[in-house]
């Protein structure tokens, strides 16, 4: 069983930048990959980034890539998400996600249905 809790959600002016956390506990944090996804009133819930368990491996979306950036530390055991330069269309509930399907996966999934924990999510609104 694995345990995730975001923070670090706002409101948030177009341009601006907030950092969510996720928080884990629960199974070892070191050992499975991480990803983070957002779903948007009446939309499905997408894909934004992801993360190898020793973060060698990185993935994003196109419309995230030059302005969002995920990290972990595994000594904290916390997945963080940095975004920048943020626009209207990234408002959304934001939720991570943990993948415990394989330990030591060098290549962490990006699809909802690879991912078995979700943390409650944080809403980040971006306004015009």
């Known amino acids: 069983q694995v345990q995730l809790v975001e923070s670090g959600g706002g409101l948030v002016q177009a341009g601006g930048s907030l950092r969510l956390s996720c928080a884990a506990s629960g199974r070892t944090f070191s050992t499975y990959g991480m990803g983070w996804f957002r779903q948007a009133p ?44 943020l626009k209207p269309e990234d408002t959304a509930v934001y939720y991570c996600a943990a993948d415990l399907s394989r330990i030591y996966r060098p290549y962490p999934p990006t699809a909802t249905t690879e991912y078995h924990y979700w943390g409650q999510g944080t809403q980040v609104t971006v306004s015009s």
């Open 42 to 85: 009446g939309k499905e819930r997408e894909f934004v980034a992801a993360i190898s368990w020793s973060a060698g491996s990185t993935y994003y979306v196109d419309s995230v890539k030059g302005r969002f950036t995920i990290s972990r530390d595994n000594a904290k055991n916390t997945v963080y998400l940095q975004m920048n330069s």
